[in-house]
Every structure is written in structure tokens, then in C-alpha cells.
């Protein structure tokens, strides 16, 4: 979605960044956790 000048022209330059600024702190905050899966597939190995 970064990447469309068609998302980008239809919510307004305004909105667009705001958009983005959102989501990248959300997937950034979501990177950030680890999950039940990942603890019991790498815990053990350490």
C-alpha cells in the first residue's frame, strides 16, 4: 500500500502519511512480541 499513488490520491496526502505512520508503529510494536509459538519452538534449543 506504501507503494500507490492511487491510495495515496484518494485519501489525500494528509491522510495517506498519517496512514502509514500508523500501521508502521503498529507492525513495529507487533515485531517487537514473542509469540507462544516461537517460545516453544526456539526456547528449548537454547
Do not use: C, I
Not at 2 to 8: D, F, I, K, R, W
Amino acid at each position: 500500500m506504501q507503494g500507490s499513488e492511487l491510495v495515496a490520491e484518494t485519501l489525500g496526502e494528509h491522510v495517506f502519511e498519517h496512514f502509514l505512520r500508523n500501521k508502521w508503529e503498529e507492525f513495529n510494536s507487533y515485531r517487537q512480541n514473542v509469540t507462544p509459538f516461537e517460545l516453544r519452538r526456539y526456547l528449548p534449543g537454547l
